[in-house]
């Protein structure tokens, strides 16, 4: 295996409904480093491990475990809630990539934000949870935060969550702080729950929010993260979370992408970074006193 990672269990089914091995996850990293890395690059990661495929038992990992490698970089904070540190894998290398695909890391879920000024989130991001098999409320309601958002002066791009529901990130300039920020996710959230309350809420309590999409605004906080653009989903079909242009998010569903369709849809370029807006500064209108 390339990058010097003695692969094991390749025959290890981890996708019963559709036979998919982990022989095939780590082909598929293997494959598409160049488009999963700058994703991840130098973001305290957290994954999600599944060593008995996505059927069995399956947990976060934060802290990297003691039999991790010398060269896999890590960096180490302060937990939110424990009086302990955690060190977090910096997954920037093909051959981290591909020692956490052995680990049976199937999915990958970076902070917001990078080591240097890890205070500083580069994106704002909105969650977009609609109840089981309603993929297609999501999307409606994606479209609102888009015209929220550019009514106020703010580019911003979608993306599959590779389960249920749609992400949508605005790229931010690093000079806000991760409080300004929830502020303004939650101001944008409290405007869009206020258009369609009947559809859209901002209730975190699951037994709140009877069969409406959920505007999670949450993601926006040191410590918090959200699955990276590219990364499989431990659901059946194996699908990925995939960026998707404005115009085409309503002709596409989570299937539509998956470990098996992806990297041929990669082979002309990476539209996560071409679709990407450039980074921007908070309006006035959502910086919320």
Known sequence: MPGGVEPSNLDKVFWPESGITKGDLLDYFDRLAEHVLPALRNRPLTVKRYPDGVDGFSFFQKNAPKYTPSWVRTVTLPAESAQRDVAYVLCNSKRTLLWLANQASIEL??????????????????DLDPPEGAFRRAVQMALLVREELESVGLASVAKTSGAKGVHVFVPLARRHGYPEVRAAAAELARRVEERVPDEATTQFRVAERGDRVFLDAGRNAPGAHIVSVYSPRARPGAPVSFPVPWERLDAIGPQDFTIRTVPALLEKGDPWRDLMPAPQVLPRELRVP
């Open 109 to 126: 879920h970076p902070w917001l934000s990078r080591v240097g000024r890890l205070e500083r989130p580069d994106h704002l991001v909105m």
